[in-house]
């Protein structure tokens, strides 16, 4: 897009990322550490933190949340444990990394106040747009996705093996229900549309 342009070389220090995304699961029990500790508070509308700039970060109300809170534990709706956590808000993907980050002993990134990153720290943190790109593409340099996908024309090499899109065909797309994702870890860069989850 033209907010992209122009392209330009970046350099990129080394840095690690989880491989897969976070899954309800992986929220559930980040949120309720976090519960647990005194670090959020939960309302009939959602998720919210309790230190510093009070932000909406689990969207417990909508329709189609994943996560609920009831006689102060958290849940997932039945079968949607290993798919991707969705209704979080970009706030709530801030709070997670920290969150994780003090149940595993790291210091936090993220200042909870102002919602900065301090980048010299040990803990979670979203990636920067060149560090997403970088991973996203695979290593890959020249190509929009993991796998060979030259030129302007970056939607004519996805294929329904390759990612999750609407009439991909995957075992899931028409699946009961309102939420068309794949469990997290289904494609996997060989993962045909068979129905299997693929293991981590």
């Known amino acids: 897009g033209r907010d992209e342009r122009p392209a330009h070389r970046v350099s990129l220090s080394a840095f690690w990322m989880d491989r897969l995304e976070v899954s309800n699961a992986d929220m559930r029990d980040v949120m309720q550490w976090a519960f647990d500790n005194g670090h959020v508070r939960v309302e009939t509308n959602g998720v919210f933190n309790v230190h510093g700039a009070p932000r909406e970060l689990l969207d417990g109300d909508d329709w189609n949340a994943e996560i609920h809170f009831k006689d102060d534990r958290f849940t997932v709706l039945q079968g949607r444990d290993t798919f991707p956590c ?115």
Not at 115 to 139: I, K, N
Not at 164 to 170: A, K, L, R, T
């Open 86 to 200: 969705i209704e979080v808000t970009w706030y709530g993907a801030l709070a997670y990394a920290n969150f994780r980050s003090l149940r595993e002993g790291l210091a936090p990134c993220i200042d909870l106040v102002d919602w900065h990153c301090t980048f010299r720290a040990d803990g979670y943190r979203l990636p920067s747009e060149a560090e997403w790109e970088r991973a996203a593409r695979g290593g890959l340099e020249g190509h929009h996705y993991p796998w060979a996908s030259p030129g302007e024309k970056y939607w004519e090499p996805v294929r329904g093996r390759h990612a999750n899109f609407w009439g991909s065909n995957d075992a899931y797309e028409n699946e009961a229900g309102y939420n068309l994702s794949t469990p997290v870890g289904y494609y996997n860069g060989k993962q045909r549309p068979a129905g299997v989850v693929m293991t981590n």
